[in-house]
């Protein structure tokens, strides 16, 4: 073995490792008794808003698995919609730390645009051309069942 060879070899038997980052609470726990049973105090799933955002985040969400579910397209990779989503809302991570998420932020989805001026992203460049491209193609032109031109009568 020459030069890296023997690093390319070691390199090659370490197991791959996934990064899960811990969400911390907006506010100090306090430690009260609830007044209701557990069953009905269960949070309502975190869901994604009509208006772009996401939210409110779990105790126990991570933001990869957030941006996974957020992904715009599979072209993109988790890691780039984990960087755009960090660059899209710093008031959701606590002293501007990726690894802190806040619970109960509400995330805003960044845009495909967003995606590339945040992160450079060439598949999500690619996508935003691809949309525009197909933004300026003219609408198609209605034609009825029977075969005759729109209009005529």
């Known amino acids: 073995m020459d030069g890296v ?3 390319v070899a070691i390199e090659r038997r370490i197991p791959q490792i996934a990064l899960d980052w811990p969400v ?3 506010e100090p726990m306090k430690a009260e008794l609830a007044a ?9 799933a975190p869901a994604v808003g009509e208006e772009g955002q996401y939210g409110p985040v779990a105790p126990n969400e991570r933001l990869w698995t957030i941006a996974a579910k957020l992904r715009p ?13 960090f660059a899209a ?13 806040k619970v109960d932020a509400i ?7 967003e995606i590339v001026e945040y992160t450079g ?10 949309d525009q491209q197909n933004q300026a193609l003219p609408a198609p032109v209605p034609v009825p069942a029977n075969g005759e031109e729109v209009g005529s009568e």
Do not use: K
Not at 36 to 44: F, I, N, S, V
Not at 89 to 101: E, H, I, T, W
Not at 107 to 113: A, C, G, Q, S, W
Not at 121 to 130: G, I, T
């Open 5 to 7: 060879d023997w690093l």
């Open 89 to 101: 809302n710093p008031q959701a991570f606590s002293g501007g730390n990726m690894d802190l998420l």
């Open 73 to 85: 397209d599979p072209s993109i990779s988790t890691s780039i919609m984990v960087q755009a989503l």
């Open 36 to 44: 209701e049973p557990l069953e009905a105090a269960e949070p309502a």
């Open 107 to 113: 995330l805003r989805i960044p845009t495909l645009r």
């Open 24 to 26: 911390l609470p907006t």
């Open 121 to 130: 992203s060439r598949a999500a460049q690619q996508l935003l051309e691809l």
